[in-house]
């Protein structure tokens, strides 16, 4: 009996037709499955719901600095007497960080908000947007 099922295990292990029709001859258990896209290059397959996920993609998007924010960035550079470069110098950014936050392209990131608020004295993020910020006692 140890012979049997030794016999049916390579016989369902055989990777040839010829050792497959061989072993179901004998009347031996073979077990057989179909692999799917085995030849083909998956990186290239395409799936039915690819027109979805494009459209998920297209309607999905980062939000902006808003235009009344850039508006108040440039007012306050201005009122201070700095040029785009002289305030990214400042807060230690690139003139172009500067210049995208005004035009309301860029991704709002709290650090960067941060440091141009303390740099103009004005208010970027919350309900008082352009207002000046109060200096009080700082915690320690």
Do not use: F
Not at 26 to 55: C, F, M, P, Y
């Amino acid at each position: 009996m140890a012979e049997s099922d030794w016999d049916t295990v390579t016989a369902a292990q055989a990777k040839s037709k010829q050792a497959i029709l061989a072993a179901q001859r004998r009347g031996e258990d073979v077990e057989t499955s179909k692999k799917w896209a085995v030849d083909q290059n998956k990186q290239h397959s395409i799936t039915k719901n690819t027109a979805k996920l494009d459209r998920e993609t297209e309607e999905q998007h980062h939000d902006r600095v808003t235009l009344e924010v850039g508006k108040v960035i440039q007012q306050g550079r201005q009122s201070k007497g700095l040029t785009q470069k002289d305030l990214a110098t400042k807060i230690n950014e690139k003139p172009q960080v500067i210049a995208d936050y005004e035009s309301g392209r860029a991704i709002p990131n709290n650090q960067v908000l941060g440091k141009i608020e303390r740099a103009i004295g004005l208010k970027l993020r919350g309900k008082d947007v352009g207002k000046p910020i109060e200096k009080g006692p700082r915690a320690k």
